[in-house]
């Protein structure tokens, strides 16, 4: 089984930044995986906000692109996702998961709201 724990949400006023983390343990490789973070607010489906493959190459959203930066450090098994210049609608439940996915994690609550 593959644990994912979420961390780093708060409440940030618009403009501000937001730093997540994703610690990954259990039964995984980490670095030879693919690890994305994705967001569901409340009434939308979960949408994958960024991806990065194995060999660091990152994808991102059309909504985030230029705003948030996925990174990895495959020694902690761990994926971070540096939001800047966040927006009202960023806010929502943010997770992240490995591709294929595996059972979610509890998430972490992100609000940008004045």
């Known amino acids: 089984q593959v644990q994912l724990v979420e961390s780093g949400g708060g409440l940030v006023q618009p403009g501000g930044s937001l730093r997540l983390s994703c610690t990954a343990s259990g039964n995984i490789l980490f670095n030879i995986v693919d690890m994305g973070w994705y967001r569901q607010a409340p009434g939308n489906q979960r949408e994958l906000v960024a991806l990065i493959t194995w060999r660091g190459n990152t994808n991102y959203g059309d909504s985030v692109q230029g705003r948030f930066t996925i990174s990895r450090d495959n020694a902690k098994k761990m994926v971070y996702l540096q939001m800047n210049s966040l927006k009202p609608e960023d806010t929502a439940v943010y997770y992240c998961?490995?591709?294929?996915?595996?059972?979610w994690g509890r998430g972490t609550q992100v609000t940008v709201s004045s």
């Open positions: 998961n490995k591709q294929p996915i595996v059972p």
